[in-house]
């Protein structure tokens, strides 16, 4: 019975040392970060040490899209680092003048530092310059998180995409998604969009459909 008591107490004490341990130095550190377009050699660190190595072709095909001036892969390099990204799509919603921004993630050790914002703002701005009406994007209903800080940025929730775990979406790139999906959108405020009134349609299209993707 004591035997048992003192394992108790020995596993016990255990779990305190691994829930708080010793903290030696702590000291804070300036980083640079450039929001610049995705190179090739970025690719295999945009893995992020296996995480995204399933999205290999995702990734090679996004960056040969990029190359055909379809897409942009824009990172936030840290340290010489990719270490945050946000994709354009520019022709999925083109004739709705709307540029789809998706693939938006940060290192988590870099998260909650604005790097999340500044890669959006950038995606924005390069939208504005294209004379793009809106942006659009996609987020999990359960990512609390993520639709806090699209929401901050004046994203609007415009429609919800039910989907089953797993189903694979988002022609014509196909990726995995886990669960229900908010849709977001923000007029750009591009001149064509104000001055049209008809949605923001760029000059040299036409509305051909209204589908909420
Ligand atoms: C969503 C995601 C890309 C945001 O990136 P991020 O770099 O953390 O974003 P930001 O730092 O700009 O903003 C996040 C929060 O940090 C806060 N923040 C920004 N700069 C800060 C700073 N210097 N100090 C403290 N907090 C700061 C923001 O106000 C925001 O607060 P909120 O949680 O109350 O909304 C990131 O969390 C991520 O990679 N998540 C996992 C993947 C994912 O869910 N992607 C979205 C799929 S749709």
């Known amino acids: 019975m004591q035997r048992h008591r003192q394992n108790e107490r020995s596993v016990t004490n255990h779990c305190e040392w691994l829930a708080e341990p010793e903290v030696f130095d702590r000291f804070g550190i300036t980083l640079?970060?450039?929001?610049?377009?995705?190179?090739?050699?970025?690719?295999?660190?945009l893995e992020w040490f296996g995480q995204f190595t399933p999205d290999r072709g995702i990734m090679e095909d996004t960056f040969a899209a990029q190359a055909r001036g379809e897409s942009l892969m824009l990172v936030a390099e840290v340290n010489g680092v990719a270490s945050g990204q946000v994709w354009i799509d520019l022709t999925r919603r083109e004739v709705d003048s709307t540029g789809v921004i998706w693939a938006a993630r940060v290192l988590?050790?870099?998260?909650?530092?604005?790097?999340?914002?500044r890669l959006l703002e950038t995606a924005e701005r390069i939208?504005?310059?294209?004379?793009?009406?809106?942006?659009?994007?996609?987020?999990?209903?359960?990512?609390?998180?993520?639709?806090?800080?699209?929401?901050?940025?004046?994203?609007?929730?415009?429609?919800?995409r039910p989907v089953r775990d797993g189903e694979v979406t988002f022609d014509p790139i196909a990726i995995l998604v886990q669960g229900d999906q908010w849709l977001l959108r923000k007029n750009l405020g591009t001149r064509e969009h104000a001055v049209s009134g008809t949605g923001g349609l760029r000059p040299r299209m036409t509305r051909a459909r209204t589908d909420e993707a």
């Open 32 to 45: 640079d970060v450039v929001i610049r377009t995705c190179r090739r050699e970025d690719l295999p660190v």
């Open 108 to 117: 988590p050790c870099l998260r909650n530092r604005g790097i999340g914002r």
């Open 127 to 160: 939208l504005r310059d294209r004379q793009f009406a809106r942006a659009e994007l996609s987020v999990e209903r359960s990512n609390v998180a993520a639709l806090r800080l699209y929401e901050r940025l004046g994203y609007t929730r415009v429609n919800t």
